[in-house]
């Protein structure tokens, strides 16, 4: 995947070092990427997400030709309201992750970085006589991750030109379902959002709050348990896999493509294989590779691959991982010769 044309200027901050891989072109870190994750989780920091995809939809038509095509129910999603929304191939395996909200006549939507090109072009494919316009804004707008619980202000969009997205991560909605068998989810008070800048105001608006990169992101991403689209997903995924039905597939809404395997292996059956939270050994000073395959006894054939690490400031090495539904949940996992402990996301 290929990341937004526009190098953020929050790279000239001191001590910034650039991720590489997915997250090219935003900072991993700015030099301690454990206080950077301490000032996340205390509200008083901010991440860099400039790298992300910025598509708007305008029209009268584009909630309900929006809904018609995905996951969520947006027919009548009320302006500044944030709601999440998959696209699914017409096997059900997810293509792309869509944080959506409205201003009353825009919806913005934000998307994994290098997913805009795509996304845009499959929907002019679709557009067909209906009223709507779909424009790619990644060069334009820049997106900055705050750990802010509140939706956006229609204020905010006049005072100041941006919007935000509230993500609901880990509500449960009333036509949604989960797969988890917690009864209390780790990330149940999270609290998160996306704002929608003017690249120009991008410095602007992070004003003098600190900054934390990538890392500390996914330290709290992890222990959220919450996926993410091209890493917990490869071409064969499907949303029960991650129990990402929870905020983004809405079971009582009319046809959509791929809603025939939502359907199936939701009534009758349960998903090829489960996320899972890892506590890794931290022993030895190394985390395994993202990508990493997960074994039950060393030598043996895979089972599953890890597909985020990251270093907590409290827990340690962590990881999430898929791997097949039937592996023992009591069983520790190795990945090469580190041990890895699970904890059941996806129940199997």
């Not at 905020?247 to 959509?256: D, P």
């Not at 090495?317 to 791997?323: D, H, Y």
């Amino acid at each position: 995947m290929t990341t937004a044309s526009v190098e953020s200027p929050l790279l000239e901050h001191p001590g910034a070092v650039q991720a590489d891989g997915y997250d090219a072109g935003v900072a991993a870190h700015y030099g301690d990427p454990l206080r950077e994750q301490r000032l996340l989780e205390q509200g008083l920091a901010v991440v860099d997400l400039s790298h992300r995809g910025v598509v708007t939809v305008t029209g009268p038509d584009r909630l309900s030709w929006l809904h018609s095509m995905t996951t969520q129910q947006l027919t009548d999603l009320a302006p500044y309201t944030s709601a999440e929304s998959l696209v699914l191939s017409p096997h059900g395996h997810i293509e792309h992750d869509l944080h959506i909200v409205d201003d009353g006549e825009t919806t913005w939507i934000t998307l994994e970085p290098g997913t805009s090109t795509a996304l845009v072009e499959w929907l002019n494919s679709m557009r067909f006589m209906l009223r709507v316009e779909v424009t790619d804004l990644s060069d334009a707008y820049a997106v900055l991750g705050e750990p802010i619980g509140n939706e956006s202000l229609p204020a905010e969009r006049e005072a100041r030109g941006v919007i935000a997205w509230r993500d609901p991560w880990p509500a449960i909605g009333a036509d949604t379902a989960t797969y988890s068998e917690v009864e209390e989810h780790p990330a149940a008070g999270r609290a998160w959002r996306e704002l929608i800048v003017p690249r120009e105001q991008l410095v602007e608006e992070v004003g003098d709050r600190h900054l934390a990169g990538t890392w500390a992101a996914d330290a709290e991403r992890i222990s959220a348990w919450r996926p993410r689209l091209g890493k917990e997903t490869d071409h064969r995924t499907i949303p029960h896999e991650l129990d990402w039905l929870r905020t983004a597939v809405h079971l009582h809404k009319g046809c959509y493509r791929g809603q025939e395997t939502i359907a199936r292996v939701h009534n009758l059956g349960r998903p090829p294989r489960r996320l899972v939270f890892l506590h890794l050994d931290g022993s030895g000073h190394v985390l395994p590779d993202e990508g990493a395959e997960l074994v039950k006894t060393p030598g043996e054939r895979p089972i599953g691959r890890i597909t985020t690490v990251a270093r907590h400031a409290v827990d340690g090495p962590i990881a999430l991982a898929v791997i097949k539904r039937n592996t023992p949940v009591d069983i520790q996992l190795y990945a090469g010769d580190i041990a890895a402990a699970q904890t059941p996301i996806v129940a199997p």
